[in-house]
């Protein structure tokens, strides 16, 4: 694209040969081509009406000074009127009929100067090659139709002086003369325009580049993201897999020995998962499982760590909570699971689970230290009947959550397994 070829752009008219090309350049400069050709309407009506003064000093209020006042001031009202449509159609600017028929209906001026006034012929022929300058560069304009403008302009000003007593011998001299300064103004205007269109290719080239490269960027921060997802999250429910979990451990960790806060863990298993699979079936299984993810992350607090690790086994980290804290969390976590069992078709699915709560002890430096006490009261639970609660003690004794009168439990021998699968 950076190298592809400037669209064709014809050498007599300065606009782009493709026409939806030159439609969408006109469409970019329409508003600042209407601004600039506003105020060279409103400069041309002022000295139209501003060079009134001289022709009164010289002819006082006779019928010919009246006449020309009449034609500068119809000419400047009609200037004025196409600057106010300007404001709120400025699609006539670039479109450059308008500009036409101005330029048209005020070279007569001349025409009628000379004929009422032929003893200004020096001075009309000055003005008429400003005039003929100006229509391609002050006036703002396409050069082709400028260029018809000035060729009847200089036709009708050589037709006049010679109607009005000059030789007409003198015609062509008068003609190439009057033709010089319109001739220069193509060329400028004719460059400046091709130029311009240029601009524009380059610039759209840019704008489009920087956007396909913001669209990219974008693209590649959302697929990072995707990515970021997949890796830390568990695809299933949505929370955190294994690894990013012991990440956020390790983070809480670092936190928790900073600031000499408690950082507990919650180890949660669903009793019956296997039996839940065989009699509704793995989907049914799998509505289950996000089932409890939605109530773990509706349960605990946005700074808390919630993550699946594998199976229907999920964990939660606790920074600043205490045991007691994390069990009573926990005990609603249950009670919430109880109270919401998962419809699946024409299936009703009670919902439970055994828990193990352990609290980081200060020479536990890892997440495995850690869920290896609370897994001990989770299958401390899992044999003391299930859907309960069980809380791992720094003394190694394990109970249940709110059963001040229950014994304590035995801890298993080391060694002993996690939590069972049924």
Known sequence: ???????????????????????????????????????????????????????????????????????RMGTAALLLVAATALRSRPHLAPEGRLVLWLQLAGFPFFFLFLLLRPEMRAWTIGMVMIVNLSL????????????????????????????????????????????LPAVVGFISANRLQRVQRQEFIVRTRLLQANADLTAEIARRTELQAELQRQATTDPLTGLLNRREFAQRFALDLARAERDRSPLSVVLLDLDHFKKINDQFGHAAGDEVLRQVARLCQQCFRSIDSIGRLGGEEFAVLLPGASLDGAAAVAQRLGQQLAATPVEFGAHTIPLSATMGVAERLPHEKTLDAVLQRADLGLYAGKQAGRGRVMVSRPDGQIVQHADAVAPPVSSPAPGASGAQTL
């Open 1 to 71: 694209m950076e190298n592809a070829p400037i669209p064709p752009i014809s050498l007599w008219r300065a606009e782009f040969t493709d026409p939806a090309t030159e439609r969408a350049y006109r469409a970019d400069i329409q508003h600042r081509m209407a601004r600039q050709l506003r105020l060279a309407l409103y400069v041309w009506a002022a000295l139209l009406l501003l060079f009134g003064l001289p022709d009164y000093q010289a002819l006082g209020g006779s019928t010919v000074f009246w006449t020309l006042m009449g034609y």
């Open 136 to 179: 391609f560069i002050f006036i703002p304009g396409r050069v082709a139709l400028c260029a018809w403008v000035a060729l009847v302009g200089t036709a009708g000003t050589v037709a006049t002086l010679v109607t009005t007593g000059t030789a007409p011998t003198l015609a062509p001299g008068l003609a190439l003369l009057l033709t």
